[in-house]
């Protein structure tokens, strides 16, 4: 029954006009701002953390915008999985420095695409299967029964996705040796074990060690992407944008760092488009109160 009314909602919402269904998701963020949910209550720790320089009314402010796009984000998900690939593909009205994807593959070692839970990560990744033919990690999702839905969306376009397993991750190096392209999210906590602390907006997170080890090993430049959700239902603006230098750094605590340092400077470009609802800093340090 909940799958039968989430596939409903979905294809309901899916051909309305980009302007109406953004317009729902701001119901829906309003909801989250006046309702107590811990969406709302991440958020404004993570916010309350991240940007100390804030005021506490700039700091409300900020994470009211972010919960209304946070509502935009669950809502025009029905346009992005549902409607035929070639469609969503028009929402995206502009786009800027693709050529350092173009560049990145030249010399035959393949791309690896980080894109962060930042403005609307499903159109970014929509796009890049279309042209770059990707391969990407996946973990299962929260609501099993979604999982065959989003595997379809998600691949439409010619992605392909695999599992954090071992046949996953040599699937990625296999691509990358073929001169292909991998994708994957910089910013979503590891499994115990399988990352290192490094700084976050000056705060200690638990960080993935996988990119710049597959970078270190590969030999593969990494090209940032995030795609920009334009206000009022315009579309989207797809940026990509080079990877520092420190990233492809021998030493793994240098590049570490460069990457979050790097996933920082992105959103610093759109603070209320980021997904500031998910617990990033979760694991602490030993010996630290948790957080949220």
């Not at 954090?164 to 999210?185: D, F, H, K």
């Not at 499994?191 to 080890?213: D, E, K, Q, S, W």
């Not at 460069?258 to 010996?287: D, H, S």
């Amino acid at each position: 029954m909940r799958l039968l009314l989430i596939k409903t909602i979905l294809t309901v919402c899916a051909y309305l006009p980009l302007p109406l269904i953004h317009g729902l998701g701001v119901l829906i963020g309003w909801g989250l701002i006046l309702v107590p949910n811990r969406s709302r209550h991440d958020a404004a720790v993570n916010i309350g953390l991240c940007f100390p320089e804030l005021s506490r009314r700039q700091q409300r402010q900020l994470l009211r915008r972010c919960l209304i796009e946070t509502g935009k984000t669950a809502i025009e998900t029905s346009a992005l999985w549902i409607r035929p690939g070639h469609r969503a593909l028009k929402l995206i009205r502009k786009i800027d420095a693709t050529g350092l994807v173009e560049a990145a593959t030249r010399h035959g070692r393949g791309v690896i695409l980080a894109t962060p839970h930042l403005g609307a990560w499903e159109a970014a990744g929509l796009y890049c299967a279309a042209h770059y033919n990707m391969t990407c990690l996946y973990r299962p999702l929260r609501i099993p029964e979604l999982e065959d839905l989003v595997q379809n969306a998600r691949s439409r376009m010619g992605a392909n996705y695999v599992p954090t397993t071992p046949s996953g991750i040599r699937a990625l190096y296999r691509e990358l040796g073929q001169g292909g392209a991998v994708a994957m999210l910089p910013d979503q906590e590891p499994h115990a074990g399988n990352g290192t602390f490094a700084p976050f907006f000056g705060i200690p997170a638990y960080t993935m060690v996988f990119l710049t080890r597959l970078t270190k090993k590969s030999r593969a430049p990494v090209v940032f992407v995030w795609c920009e959700r334009l206000s009022w239902g315009r579309g989207y603006h797809l940026h990509f944008r080079p990877a520092p230098e420190d990233l492809y750094s021998d030493d793994a605590v240098t590049a570490t760092v460069a990457m979050n340092r790097a996933v920082e400077g992105l959103i610093r470009e759109c603070p209320a488009q980021y997904q500031w609802g998910y617990r990033r800093f979760k694991t602490r340090p030993e010996g630290e109160a948790p957080i949220y």
